[in-house]
């Protein structure tokens, strides 16, 4: 089983996540892929954060099919960073090759993360290309120390197999949608994160 993730606070979710979603799913092959709603996210401001059940609903509206799974198990296991989310996969299905999805304006911060080499040594790591950030993103620190386990676009149907730490780029149809832009009064409606849906 090929299992992609795809974390984020999805505040709210859009169409830019389903592009990566499609992309990831076909490029890579993989049998899934899973939204995982974190309940938030630690490099980011807690204020403009809506509730989490309510960020997790409004990504299953969007996510369809059965091939997308909307989770908020990082608040179910109570992982606050994405190393230990991981870890606790590994632990919990260490036949299933995961991967990491994240767009290339997280490649630009992930020497930010908490353990990231050491999330580098878990999974292999997709970057999708975003506007705006192709070239940033690939002269990154992180993006500069994991050089040497960078493979090619030609490669991409057999990733998922590959064992970390390994990162591949990929371009294709992109999305200049953000949830900061998309933001507005979205929380407001939902009500605030230690709340609930309304």
Known sequence: MRIGLLGGSFN?????????????????????????????????????????????????ELAAGPRVAVTDMEAQIGARYTYDTLAWLARRAPDVRFVWIMGADNLRQFHLWRHWRAIADLVPIVVVDRPGSTLRAMSSRAAVALAPWR???????????????????LHGPRSNLSSTLLRGGWPMRFGPQSGSPA
Do not use: Y
């Not at 493979?151 to 780029?169: H, K, S, T, Y």
């Open 151 to 169: 493979v090619g676009e030609g490669e991409a149907a057999r990733f998922a197999d590959l064992d970390p730490p390994a990162l591949i780029f």
């Open 12 to 60: 709210p979710p859009h169409e830019g996540h389903a592009l990566v979603t499609r992309l990831a799913l076909t490029r890579l092959r993989l049998d899934r892929v899973w939204w995982l709603v974190t309940p938030g996210n630690p490099l980011k401001s807690k204020a403009e954060l809506a509730a989490l059940q309510a960020r997790v609903a409004a990504a299953r």
